[in-house]
């Protein structure tokens, strides 16, 4: 996948966390905002670790 290709699934991802997020919030139910954060924390998580696996090491030991 290009830089390109990545840096716009990653703002995809992000824009969805952020979604989560705001219907977390907005939500009366303890139940739903728990499972909408948990949602949000995970697809964060994924997100990251997928992120750092294509990066090279600046610090080789």
Known sequence: ???AGESGRAQQIR???QDLEQ???R???PAE???L???ARHL???SEQ?????KPDIHPM
């Open 1 to 3: 996948m290009s830089a």
């Open 15 to 17: 824009a969805k966390v």
């Open 23 to 25: 219907a977390a919030e």
């Open 27 to 29: 939500t009366t139910d």
């Open 33 to 35: 905002r728990q499972r």
């Open 37 to 39: 954060k948990d949602k």
């Open 44 to 46: 964060k998580e994924q």
């Open 50 to 54: 997928a992120g750092s696996t294509g």
